[in-house]
T-cell receptor
Framework: KQEVTQIPAALSVPEGENLVLNCSFT??????LQWFRQDPGKGLTSLLL?????REQTSGRLNASLDKSSGRSTLYIAASQPGDSATYLC????????????FGKGTHLIIQP | NAGVTQTPKFRILKIGQSMTLQCAQD?????MYWYRQDPGMGLKLIYY???????DKGEVPNGYNVSRSTTEDFPLRLELAAPSQTSVYFC?????????FGPGTRLTVL
């Protein structure tokens, strides 16, 4: 059974810093891995998706990497802004693509102005 | 496109009552999913569907039922509500890669 762990559970940094959020998964036979953002009381917004054959994906100030052999993914946020404050969820998509996602518990990120 | 829509946004149920959470998508996606999110936890998969007429259980299906008569709609039924079903419920759809999520339904069972 796939298990996803996110470290740290919470993080508070000053505005402008670069930061890394970590995600680990127990079963390397994944179809893809997604990073989401969730604002308080809101739904999930998809940030980046990395296919199992890829090593990284970039979108603006966000860069996500994937190392299947070690069961790890990282989300790098450059030049953080107060608007980046949210909970970031990592989710592994196992099987042939039809099954649902296995989520971590998230990292609650606060960017101090 | 409206994307994934869910109704209602909020609901309070008494123990033993029944209700249906509605989910619809207008992106012609084959795959649809129901998740629940408890406070401080990640989402857990309840049921999923790979197309009209085909559904399957996820990690936490007990106490729930689903149907998929059309590509667009994927309702979730709670037959006998219990306090353990107090949660936020998210519906999602996918063409096979990205999953797109609805805004959620916050359900409280008292």
């Amino acid at each position: 059974k796939q298990e996803v762990t996110q470290i740290p559970a919470a993080l508070s940094v000053p505005e402008g810093e670069n930061l890394v959020l970590n995600c680990s998964f127990t079963d390397s036979a994944i179809y893809n891995l997604q990073w989401f953002r969730q604002d308080p009381g809101k739904g999930l917004t998809s940030l980046l998706l990395i296919q199992s054959s890829q090593r990284e994906q970039t979108s603006g100030r966000l860069n996500a990497s994937l190392d299947k052999s070690s069961g790890r993914s990282t989300l790098y946020i450059a030049a953080s802004q107060p608007g980046d404050s949210a909970t970031y969820l990592c989710a592994a998509h196992s099987g042939g693509g039809a099954d649902g996602l296995t989520f971590g518990k998230g990292t609650h990120l606060i960017i101090q102005p | 496109n409206a994307g994934v829509t869910q109704t209602p946004k909020f609901r309070i149920l008494k123990i033993g009552q029944s209700m249906t959470l509605q989910c619809a998508q207008d992106m012609n996606h084959n795959y649809m999913y129901w998740y629940r999110q408890d406070p401080g936890m990640g989402l857990k998969l309840i049921y999923y569907s790979v197309g009209a007429g085909i559904t399957d259980k996820g990690e936490v299906p007990n106490g729930y039922n689903v149907s998929r008569s059309t590509t667009e709609d994927f309702p979730l039924r709670l037959e006998l509500a219990a306090p353990s079903q107090t949660s936020v419920y998210f519906c999602a759809s996918s063409p096979g890669t990205f999953q797109f999520f609805g805004p959620g339904t916050r359900l409280t069972v008292l």
